[in-house]
């Protein structure tokens, strides 16, 4: 979802831009307008994460995808090798993309059990030689989601965040990069997120390609060549949305709230069931099944005339999702909640 005060903003604005005369479609990146934008959103993530000086705030294109190259091209430094945990799909390809320029040391690893539950801290075996270790916080596809900051002892820890960024308080400090595609929990396809401490960049001897240095995207303020001027302003809108409604403390409690809800009637009936081990379990994505696959299509379809929408499983899985990031109002999963048990007591 995208929250709707901030569609209603774009829209006033959309033709002039506080008065300048301009569409944000207009403008060059290089104005005085359009460069207030772009601080002023920096301004507002590092608020809204209490983001320490030292680190840097990039807004880049190529979404998260191109992290998974990215990281280990500026991150290795003179190392060969870097820890990877597997959590599901999107570690996964994260790690077939760092295999392509480094030895990848699986630390931990939940495949065993098809990614159902999050790797017990005390059984990883982490490769002291490495560079980094990198992790994804929340698993969008199989609804599982870390609930603590793995401890890595110094070893700069990176995560993917793609899908819980902004869901919840986190202390920046423990991170050497985090990186994030803006389409789950921030804004517009087409514009990525990364949050990176200063002195791990610069260090990597071999020539990166120019878009792909982090550093050489540091020092011209993300505007090494034209960023996506639209989709960052939209981003800074809904991050004064999140500022307006209490910054993320606030949204950690109402995420928490709507998660544990639509939890409850899952576990609570006989008909529906969410396969992830409960200390696991995402707050933002929430796989489930139905008792009868066949009933699948029905549900979607019965979902669909009471505008409940965007309600199936991802293509690998199948099954249902539900997507619940901070856009989704709590009355959103209270219609949803509705209908599930509607559902079940003429289906099931
Ligand atoms: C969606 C997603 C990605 C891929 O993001 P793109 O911006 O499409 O490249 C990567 N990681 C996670 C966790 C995701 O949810």
Redesign the pocket.
């Known amino acids: 979802m995208f929250p709707e005060p901030v569609l209603l903003r774009a829209k006033e604005e959309f033709l002039d831009w506080q008065g300048c005369g301009l569409s944000v479609l207009a403008m060059s990146h290089r104005g005085k307008e359009f460069i207030s934008i772009a601080e002023k959103s920096e301004q507002d993530l590092r608020q809204l994460l209490a983001i320490p000086a030292n680190y840097k705030v990039l807004f880049l294109q190529?979404?998260?995808?191109?992290?998974?190259a990215m990281v280990p091209l500026n991150l290795l430094g003179q190392k060969s090798t870097a820890n990877y945990v597997c959590t599901g799909a999107?570690s996964d390809?994260?790690i077939q993309e760092a295999q392509k320029f480094c030895r990848v040391h699986i630390a931990a690893s939940s495949r065993d059990t098809g990614f159902k539950h999050i790797p017990n801290p005390h059984d990883w075996d982490i490769c002291k030689d490495a560079a980094y270790l990198h992790y994804?916080?929340?698993?969008?596809?199989g609804g599982v989601e870390f609930h603590y900051v793995p401890d890595v002892d110094g070893m700069p820890l990176i995560s993917?965040?793609?899908?819980n960024i902004l869901s919840e308080p986190i202390d920046i400090n423990q991170f050497g990069l985090i990186y994030?595609?803006?389409?789950?929990n921030m804004g517009p396809?087409g514009i990525?997120v990364v949050i990176v401490r200063e002195d791990l960049l610069g260090n990597t001897p071999s020539t990166i390609p120019t878009m792909y240095d982090l550093l050489a995207h540091a020092k011209s303020g993300s505007m090494l060549n034209t960023p996506a001027t639209y989709n960052w302003y939209l981003m800074g809108l809904v991050f004064e949305w999140l500022i307006d409604r209490g910054g993320v403390e606030a949204l950690e409690v109402s995420n928490k709230r709507k998660a544990e809800k639509l939890y409850r009637v899952i576990d609570d009936s006989g008909f529906y069931t969410n396969p992830v081990d409960p200390s696991g379990r995402s707050r933002m994505n929430i796989p489930f099944l139905l008792a009868e696959t066949s009933l699948e299509k029905t549900f979607l379809s019965e979902a669909t005339k009471e505008n409940l929408v965007a309600l199936e499983g991802h293509r690998s899985v199948g099954g249902m999702r539900a997507s619940i990031y901070n856009a989704m109002p709590e009355e959103g999963v209270d219609a949803l909640i509705g209908f599930m048990i509607e559902f079940e007591r003429c289906y099931g």
């Open positions: 190529g979404g998260a995808s191109s992290q998974f999107w390809k994260a994804t916080s929340n698993e969008t596809i993917d965040m793609s899908s994030a595609g803006a389409q789950k396809a990525a």
